[in-house]
């Protein structure tokens, strides 16, 4: 029965019969990130307003739920996901319609045992990331996977397993790994999945969600000089990553209105702790103007927060298309 309502969620997305389509909510979405980009404030507010208004999402209640993909599919296309690449594998890889998403970022084992050989291992937590990260913050745990450690069990999305572990030149070659693509071993019995170059391929790419709307809101808002609106959205986030404690929590506690900068640098904060992992941060750093503090020691420099327009569409264009600084 957990199969077939697995099977039901990824071909027809319980009450969506095209999971995987863009939607008017996603183009809104994207729309909004659009204008953030241009600090277009006002633009963005109305965007991010017409996505909550339309009633069609809401922030899925547990945290970790959003990165659940075993038998039941829990976590596929849930109510938080505005929009997320569909993946599927069969039992014994059959039918294959999945991506290799999951399987490149999952846990990647060297030497003369496969047992933890998941996946190719890209896109880790740095150390920078993991230290600067309250442990009181149940995100952290359930977005880093330590090697050398319990996995934390189903409360923080493992699976009651411990990692081998990790030290310079081992078996194991990175400290810390992406719990958010973290594979369950069910699903690699079930698709024959389990070792290496195919290790995750059933694991939904999560591009657009929820989360990052209320976000938006709340930095747009801030901008605006509306900090109330602010607040009241980064609580929402904020309470939901606590467990939903309330207000007189301790745990990922209330961050109450003081100025604008003290609010705006609380958001860019859990933008960091909300979406680590999911490929948001090099470009929140690069809209904020904050890559080059950030960055500039791994080689980073301004010419970088552009792509270059290749020359042939310049030629083409006439000169109408002008190269972007720096290249």
């Not at 709340?218 to 939903?244: C, F, V």
Request: positive net charge; charged residues 15%.
């Amino acid at each position: 029965m957990l199969l077939n309502t697995f099977q039901l969620n990824w071909e027809v997305g319980g009450t969506n019969i095209y999971p995987g389509r863009l939607t008017k909510g996603a183009a809104n979405t994207l729309w909004a990130q659009a204008y953030m980009y241009r600090q277009n404030w006002a633009q963005a507010v109305q965007k991010c307003n017409a996505v909550i208004g339309s009633g069609q999402y809401s922030l899925a209640t547990n945290f970790t739920d959003i990165w659940k993909d075993g038998l039941n599919g829990v976590g596929k296309n849930g109510v938080e996901s505005i929009f997320e690449e569909q993946s599927y594998v069969g039992p014994n890889q059959t039918p294959w319609k999945g991506t290799q998403f999951g399987t490149s970022q999952n846990v990647r084992q060297g030497g003369a045992t496969n047992a933890w050989n998941l996946g190719w291992g890209w896109n880790v937590p740095t150390q920078k990331l993991v230290t600067a990260w309250d442990n009181n913050d149940p995100r952290k745990a359930s977005t880093v996977l330590f090697s050398g450690q319990y996995d934390g069990g189903s409360a923080t999305g493992g699976y009651g397993a411990t990692l081998p572990i990790y030290a310079p030149g081992s078996a194991l070659d990175q400290p810390f790994w992406n719990k958010k693509v973290y594979s369950d071993p069910q699903m690699r019995q079930f698709t024959g999945q389990i070792f290496g170059s195919g290790g995750a391929d059933w694991i939904n790419h999560r591009i657009l969600r929820y989360a990052d709307v209320i976000l938006m809101l709340a930095e747009a808002s801030n901008e605006l000089g509306d900090g109330a609106t602010a607040a009241t959205n980064l609580e929402k986030i904020r309470n939901r990553a606590s467990g939903n404690l309330g207000a007189g929590r301790s745990i990922v506690p209330p961050i109450a209105y003081v100025n604008q900068a003290q609010m705006r640098t609380a958001i860019k904060n859990e933008r960091r702790w909300e979406f680590a992992m999911e490929g948001y941060r090099f470009f929140d750093l690069v809209r904020w103007g904050d890559a080059i503090t950030e960055l500039g020691s791994l080689g980073y420099t301004n010419r970088c927060r552009f792509y270059p327009i290749p020359q042939q569409a310049i030629n083409i264009s006439g000169g109408v298309l002008v190269q972007n600084p720096e290249w």
